[in-house]
């Protein structure tokens, strides 16, 4: 079996972008190294691939740009991903959730945003956002040092990400992968569940960390079990 993991990136630049790319295809091939099966996975560059539903993304992406951290990550996860398990429903005469999940600074802008989502339902070509994950570089603010990650490859996901680090794409990535933040929420300093906090990258700040403790790999490794047994 194999799924396409489709990537959409967006970068400032195609240099960027294929950096993105290659940060992912290390982080595979670190995880094979760790011995998880990630071969059945095959990197896909939406960005190329999909131009069309890369455009919609990016086009609705573009409201949050200058917004404020991790509140526009879900806006936007639920923007795509709430939509489209919405659409499964078959209920899209009713729009209204969309102005509850969207939190734009404005009446106008909200219209704005909401007659785009209605396009892109609309649409003749009807994105697929299964097996993939959206990852952006440098364009937010963010609350947390480095990044922010919500959802999965099992129904989708999405990370943004304020800096082109290696550590922090990776980070957040394996998120999206399963693994989970080894810090106290409420504590930023203070180790949960990790058994190397030191060299960690899943603690508060990635960039301190040089690789994945065994309890990340353990996460990451269950969720993509499940991912071959449920996912597309
Ligand atoms: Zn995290
Ligand atoms: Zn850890």
Not at 8 to 19: A, I, P
Not at 55 to 72: A, E, P, T, V
Not at 214 to 228: D, G, Q
Request: with cysteine; proline share 2%.
């Amino acid at each position: 079996m194999s799924s396409e993991l489709i990537i959409y990136n967006y970068q400032t630049s195609r240099v960027k972008q294929e950096l993105i790319l290659q940060y992912i295809r290390e982080l595979l091939e670190n995880l094979h190294s760790n011995k998880i099966d990630v071969d059945f996975l095959q990197i896909v560059d939406g960005n190329k691939l999909y131009p069309s539903t890369f455009n919609l993304i990016g086009k609705i992406l573009k409201y949050w740009s200058n917004d404020y951290h991790d509140l526009s990550t879900v806006c936007i996860y639920y923007s795509f991903f709430g939509l489209y398990s919405y659409l499964k429903q078959r209920n899209i005469k009713n729009f209204d959730f969309i102005n509850q999940i969207c939190n734009p600074s404005s009446k106008k802008q909200q219209k704005k945003i909401r007659d785009d989502l209605i396009n892109l339902v609309e649409s003749d070509t009807k994105p697929n956002f299964f097996n993939s994950i959206i990852i952006t570089g440098n364009l937010y603010k963010l609350e947390a040092p480095h990044g922010v990650a919500i959802g999965d490859i099992l129904e989708g996901g999405i990370c943004l990400n304020s800096n082109m680090h290696r550590n922090s794409i990776w980070h957040e990535t394996a998120h999206l992968l399963g693994a989970n933040d080894h810090y106290d929420k409420s504590n930023h300093y203070q180790s949960i569940h990790c058994d190397d906090s030191n060299n960690c990258l899943m603690q508060w700040d990635s960039l301190k960390g040089n690789r994945f403790c065994k309890n990340s790999l353990t996460e990451i490794y269950n969720h993509l079990e499940k991912f071959k047994k449920f996912g597309i």
